[in-house]
């Protein structure tokens, strides 16, 4: 089912890799992908702990948005230009007053709009926080072009909304602290495949040798990881495990 909804929605499952974090995902996630037909997956060093490290990496970010509702041709510059200097200021001023240590803060703004008459919303950035109306309709006739192909040049455009989005940007965190690489014999286990009972290899995360073949069993904290026969787990400088899916 998973497979076909990919499909559908124009998506070729060999063009990704399968992101497997929580403590139960990645258990059967290479199977999972082999059915898809994802060539690759990657587990991340601590895939139960995914969510509160994207916390702790994540840039702060503040979006802003104001509805104008207007035609184009109505439009009051300086007001377009107050609000997004409003936003920008504001942004600023949230971002300013977190804990955290921020390294630089990039500002971008946007406008949504269509043509009278239509329903459907097209963004385009913006080059600066003052433009003017024929900036905008330039911009938009382009992006409208671009995504229907046609030019529509005797029907009113109107500004719907302008966009602002104020980031952050968190120095960079070290992820390979995340695992302590530490020698040790595996274990042994008898598991199951679809060719029988194999005598398999169990290790533990912190001593998976940089490459490692299956059929494997890799244990951890707060996951544990199944590869097949076939499959083949390497291991990059951040601690991630990148598996090759067999056919």
Do not use: K
């Not at 920008?88 to 921020?102: Q, S, Y």
């Amino acid at each position: 089912m998973a497979r076909m909804v990919s499909l559908s929605l124009g998506a070729d499952p060999r063009d990704f890799a399968l992101f497997a974090f929580g403590g139960a995902g990645p258990l059967h996630a290479v199977d999972l992908a082999r059915e898809l037909g994802v060539p690759h997956v990657l587990v991340p060093a601590r895939p139960g702990l995914t969510n509160a490290l994207g916390c702790v990496v994540a840039d702060f970010r503040q979006d802003f948005v104001h509805s104008v509702n207007r035609p184009l041709d109505l439009l009051d510059a300086d007001m377009a230009a107050r609000i997004l200097a409003q936003h920008e200021a504001e942004g600023r001023r949230v971002i300013a007053a977190e804990t955290a240590g921020v390294e630089t803060i990039t500002v971008t703004h946007a406008a949504e709009m269509q043509f009278i008459g239509q329903t459907h919303l097209l963004r385009v950035a913006l080059p600066d926080a003052a433009p003017d109306r024929a900036t905008l309709q330039e911009l938009f006739e382009q992006a409208y072009e671009a995504r229907f192909r046609v030019s529509l040049p005797e029907i009113r455009p109107a500004l719907i909304n302008l966009l602002t989005s104020v980031v952050g940007q968190r120095p960079d965190v070290d992820l390979s602290t995340l695992i302590t690489r530490a020698p040790a014999q595996p274990g042994l286990r008898r598991v199951w495949f679809d060719t029988g009972w194999l005598d398999t290899p169990v290790w533990q995360r912190e001593a998976v040798p940089d490459r490692l073949a299956g059929p494997a069993i890799v244990e951890q904290m707060d996951t544990t990881v199944l590869l097949g026969p076939g499959d083949v787990a390497r291991t990059d400088a951040d601690g991630n495990l990148l598996i090759e899916v067999a056919p």
